[in-house]
């Protein structure tokens, strides 16, 4: 079992820039695919980014394509936000997923969710 903790939200201004990171209780690498979702106000939660257990393949939603980059390390998961838009406003959680044979933009096989980190772009 894994636990997941989010840092690095906050507010900033559109056209910049944040860092999110997740850190894990146990070493995530070869043993978890990993994930980012959001969920802006009135909104459902979606899948932003995803990596593989090793890391080799990524998957990005088509909104955030370009602008941010996930990656990962043994114990924490990374997602770089450049060119951030107000759109981009909403809670982020990272997420872990095994068994998993690709990086996945689905919640779905996520079991394990860290509670969030806010992030707020203002225009």
């Known amino acids: 079992q894994v636990q997941l903790v989010e840092s690095g939200g906050g507010s900033v201004q559109a056209g910049g820039s944040l860092r999110l990171s997740c850190t894990a209780s146990v070493s995530i690498y070869n043993s978890y695919c990993m994930g980012w979702f959001r969920q802006g106000p009135g909104k459902e939660r979606e899948g932003v980014a995803a990596i593989s257990r090793l890391g080799y393949r990524t998957a990005y939603a088509d909104s955030v394509k370009g602008r941010f980059t996930i990656s990962r390390d043994n114990f924490n998961l990374y997602l770089l936000m450049n060119s951030l838009k107000p759109d981009d406003t909403a809670m982020y959680y990272c997420?872990?997923?095994?068994?998993?044979?690709?990086?996945?933009?689905?919640?779905?096989?996520?079991?394990?969710w860290g509670q969030g980190t806010q992030v707020t772009v203002s225009s």
């Open positions: 997420a872990a997923a095994a068994p998993c044979t690709a990086p996945m933009l689905s919640s779905n096989g996520y079991g394990y």
